[in-house]
């Protein structure tokens, strides 16, 4: 396992491919994961064509899980847990876990500008609620736009509340300070992730109402340096 790498599950969707690429142009190691093997390593091709010189692989999920310290969850909140279990007995002592799911009313036929409720409190806490626990889970990026993640001469310009146990915590936020514009915001236990990923629903509805389809990003002001 390469200490510097990252690995994104479902890695061949928006959200994912977006970290791979910010990632990549920022000079980490990216694993892409799928649950089709074609198609990670179709998208670690298109990462490749976009950031010369990226370090980027394609994998199996189970497979690019054995492959970096920190693993990106980056599948539709139905298909969160069932991918948690597929991954499990791939998962390490130590390693970190990042929730970006959030539940949106989508998962059972209605509409992405509301939230369903979970059981455990919020997709995060779900994904702790199955995860071994010698393995951190933190909540992260689920306020941040794929569009303008894969807008790559572009800064993010948006704040990341990133929450979760402390240690791998503060290793989740260095990863932020990665992607030109992003800003990580220490958002305390993961509990705090049910407010977050709430946020998603809300600015998903402004950027309807706003008319700005690559995504609305948001700062809060005041803090100190
Ligand atoms: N899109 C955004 O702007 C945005 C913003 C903030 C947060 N997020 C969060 O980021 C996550 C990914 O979003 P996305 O828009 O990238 O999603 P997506 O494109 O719809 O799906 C991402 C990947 O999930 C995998 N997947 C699809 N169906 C699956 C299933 N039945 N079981 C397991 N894996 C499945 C697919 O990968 P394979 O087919 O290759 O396995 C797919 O490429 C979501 O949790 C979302 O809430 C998205």
Same mark, same amino acid.
Not at 36 to 54: L, S
Not at 75 to 83: G, I, K, L, M, Y
Not at 210 to 217: A, M, Q
């Given at each position: ?22 990632f990549a142009k920022a000079g980490r190691p990216v694993v892409i ?24 692989? *394609?994998?199996?999920? @189970?497979? &690019?899980?054995?492959?970096? /310290? !920190?693993?990106?969850?980056? =599948?539709?909140?139905?298909?969160? #847990? ?18 970006? *799911?959030?539940?949106? @009313?989508? &998962?059972?036929?209605?509409? /992405? !500008?509301?939230?369903?409720? =979970?059981?455990?409190?919020?997709? #995060? ?29 572009? /800064? !993010? ?65 005041g803090l100190p340096d």
């Open positions: 396992m390469n200490d510097e790498a990252i690995a994104i599950l479902g890695g061949t969707g928006d959200q994912g491919l977006g970290l791979a690429l910010r994961g799928s649950r089709k093997e074609a198609r990670a390593i179709a998208a670690a091709d298109e990462v490749r064509k976009a950031v010369e010189g990226a370090d980027v692989v *394609g994998l199996e999920n @189970a497979e &690019a899980t054995a492959q970096a /310290p !920190v693993v990106i969850l980056s =599948v539709p909140f139905e298909h969160t #847990a069932s991918t948690v279990k597929g991954i499990r007995d791939a998962l390490a002592p130590g390693q970190i876990l990042v929730s970006m *799911g959030v539940p949106l @009313a989508t &998962a059972i036929g209605d509409g /992405p !500008v509301r939230t369903v409720g =979970v059981w455990q409190g919020s997709c #995060a806490e779900l994904v702790a609620s199955l995860a071994p626990n010698d393995v951190a889970t933190v909540s992260a990026f689920q306020n941040v736009a794929a569009h303008r993640l894969q807008d790559l001469p572009h /800064p !993010v310009e948006c704040d990341v509340l990133v929450s979760g146990p402390k240690e791998p915590r503060q290793r989740v936020m260095a990863l932020c300070e990665l992607v030109p514009g992003l800003r990580a915001i220490d958002g305390g236990p993961l509990a705090n992730a049910r407010i977050v990923e709430e946020i998603t629903a809300l600015l998903i509805g402004l950027n309807a109402r706003y008319k700005v389809p690559e995504g609305l990003g948001w700062r809060l002001t």
